[in-house]
């Protein structure tokens, strides 16, 4: 199975920050990389899919990068609203894993 | 609008046996795969089944693999999935999911439903 690591686990960061979350493939995923958004008591949302890709409806703030085993989430400027545990999830190979998560609080 | 409605979750002994079935509406239901992933309560997301949009192709994360069958009926816009055999470590919150792309196995977890809890005690 491909393992998925994350760093950090948690930030706290203050609104206007510009935050990164790294995601790593414990093998060659190509761009098949997924980011999901989790709030307190609600269903993750897709953020970013194929690395790159912003889902309809997802602020122009999140922009994700990367290939091959190294990716990145960047929120550009943090708003109050982006507060949650951010989760990568790799679609390359069956089964399906997902990172562990980091949890981003707001300063 | 996409809704995914999980039901049938519940306390369930060791051993013992529960069929999840999920409602959709919003989407044309037989053109895109459906998926299964769970939660435990604060910690991470496992991805358990996928099933293609026909029902001919599915594929199971090895943890539930022979325990686990996962199934739908377009005709009724449901998707189900039969546990047996149910562990202590299958507790966990449930979600059924409508993959984002049409007519692929992509597994990009478009849109989630509010989810079903599973307890395995005695």
């Known amino acids: 199975d491909i393992q998925m690591t994350q760093s950090p686990s948690s930030l706290s960061a203050s609104v206007g920050d510009r935050v990164t979350v790294t995601c790593r493939a414990s093998q060659n995923i190509i761009i098949y990389l997924n980011w999901y958004q989790q709030k307190p008591g609600r269903a993750p949302k897709l953020l970013i899919y194929?690395?790159?890709n912003l889902q309809s409806g997802v602020p122009s703030r999140f922009s994700g990068s990367g290939s091959g085993t190294d990716f990145t989430l960047t929120i550009s400027s943090l708003q109050p609203e982006d507060f949650g545990t951010y989760y990568c999830q790799q679609a390359a190979i069956s089964p399906f894993t997902f990172g562990p998560g980091t949890k981003v609080d707001l300063k | 609008d996409v809704q995914l409605v999980e039901t049938g979750g519940g306390v369930v002994r060791p051993g013992g046996s529960l069929r999840l079935s999920c409602a959709a509406s919003g989407f044309i239901f037989d053109e895109n795969s459906m998926h299964w992933v769970r939660q435990v309560p604060g910690k991470g997301l496992e991805w358990v089944a996928l099933?293609?949009?026909?029902?001919?192709?599915?594929y199971y994360v090895d943890s539930v693999k022979g325990r686990f069958t996962i199934s739908r009926d377009n005709s009724k816009n449901s998707l189900y999935l039969e546990m047996n055999s149910l562990r202590t470590e299958d507790t966990a919150f449930y979600y059924c999911?409508?993959?984002?792309?049409?007519?692929?196995?992509?597994?990009?977890?478009?849109?989630w439903g509010q989810g079903t809890q599973v307890t395995v005690s005695s």
């Open positions: 999911i409508k993959g984002r792309e049409k007519y692929s196995w992509k597994a990009y977890f478009h849109y």
């Open positions: 099933i293609s949009w026909d029902g001919n192709t599915t």
């Open positions: 194929e690395a790159s």
